[in-house]
């Protein structure tokens, strides 16, 4: 089974832009997780979506969103960006479902976004 | 507020030796706690842990919880310098949603 891929992988961009990122799910995994990762705060979850549904959400502001399509795919949307949005942005998707027991979070590559 | 402290956060050590990464947490609602060793990207799944007292064992790592008093531990033995890595422990702490609450993670660096 191929992992999960995220792109672009690098992305650099400029103060006020706004920016997209993708992740593809491992084949049959309905949960899709986002995570910011920085040096001086670690890794923070940003949303987690199942069946094109947002069930949690980070302490993130309103410039921070995200989306999930019919095939699991989702995307996540950066506006109006601050230089302290350059991180490593990770999702990560699992089997999870309403009702089910805890399931592992497979972790794709990343995108790199820096923020000049 | 939901909280993951790991300990050391950063730790080297002679190829050889036996390490021991300690993770503890004050959290709502628990579920689960992972650990995932993070090279150079993606973190990688290593084990999750569900029940107290039940020792997870993958080749030279162990991982043990204790849900009493809030904690786990990690151990690599005979350390290879391939086990350099970022090692992070992660709670899952919503009942039904995918939400990982991480600890800063431990450096771990093997010296030949």
């Known amino acids: 089974k191929a992992g999960v891929t995220q792109t672009p992988r690098y992305l650099i961009k400029t103060r006020g832009q706004q920016v997209t990122l993708s992740c593809s799910p491992i084949?049959?995994?309905?949960?899709v997780s986002w995570y910011q990762q920085t040096p001086g705060q670690g890794l923070q979850f940003l949303f987690e979506y199942f069946s094109e549904t947002q069930r949690n959400k980070g302490n993130f502001p309103g410039r921070f969103s995200g989306r999930q399509f019919s095939n699991s795919r989702s995307e996540m949307n950066v506006s109006t960006l601050e230089l302290g949005d350059s991180a490593l942005y990770l999702c990560?998707?699992?089997?999870?479902?309403?009702?089910?027991?805890?399931?592992?979070?497979?972790f794709g590559p990343g995108t790199r976004l820096t923020v000049l | 507020e939901d909280k993951v402290v790991q300990s050391p956060l950063s730790l080297v050590v002679h190829e050889g030796d036996t390490v021991t990464l300690n993770c503890s947490y004050e959290v709502t609602n628990f579920r689960s706690l992972l650990w995932y060793k993070q090279e150079k990207k993606a973190p990688t799944f290593l084990f999750m842990l569900?029940?107290?007292?039940i020792e997870k064992k993958s080749g030279r790592l162990s991982s043990i919880l204790d849900k009493k008093e809030l904690f786990s531990i990690l151990n690599i033995t005979a350390t290879q310098t391939g086990d350099s890595a970022i090692y992070l422990c992660a709670v899952e702490a919503v009942r039904g949603a995918q939400k990982l609450v991480f600890g800063q993670g431990t450096r771990l660096t093997i010296n030949p």
């Open positions: 990560a998707s699992s089997l999870a479902g309403p009702g089910l027991a805890s399931d592992t979070q497979y």
């Open positions: 084949s049959g995994h309905r949960s």
């Open positions: 569900t029940s107290s007292g």
